[in-house]
């Protein structure tokens, strides 16, 4: 069945860097629109970054610009958050979705998905 996989959570030092992996199974990513999103204890799920299917254009949302980077290898099925410099509000549950029909602000604002992952954590403390 068609399904989303994060990885490359943990836990990390203020400042410094992780990777996260989101990869498709059973549909081609290469198609949709993909997001991540996060969502810390007591908090909404945010969005943080979205791409697009066919150019490779991101949105990112106000508190992630200049330190994270999304991108995408269609060739592996797969969509990346390249997080850097984090801070200890980074930490939180990072998820990834992916939709058809939509641009990429809209997604990341209204966090739409009609496949999402099961979560990766992620905890930035000294």
């Known amino acids: 069945q068609a399904q989303l996989v994060e990885s490359g959570g943990g836990l990390v030092r203020p400042g410094g860097s992780l990777r996260l992996s989101c990869a498709a199974s059973?549909?081609?990513?290469?198609?949709?629109?993909v997001g991540w999103f996060r969502q810390a204890p007591g908090k909404e799920r945010e969005g943080v970054s979205c791409?697009?299917?066919?150019?490779?254009?991101?949105y990112y949302g106000d508190s992630v610009k200049g330190r994270f980077t999304i991108s995408r290898d269609n060739a592996k099925n797969t969509v990346y958050l390249q997080m850097n410099s984090l801070k200890p509000e980074d930490t939180g549950v990072y998820y990834c979705?992916?939709?058809?029909?939509?641009?990429?602000?809209?997604?990341?604002?209204?966090?739409?998905?009609?496949?999402w992952g099961q979560g990766t954590q992620v905890t930035v403390s000294s």
């Open positions: 979705a992916a939709t058809l029909f939509t641009t990429t602000q809209t997604m990341c604002d209204q966090g739409i998905g009609t496949y």
């Open positions: 059973e549909f081609t990513l290469e198609h949709y629109v």
């Open positions: 791409i697009t299917s066919f150019d490779g254009g991101a």
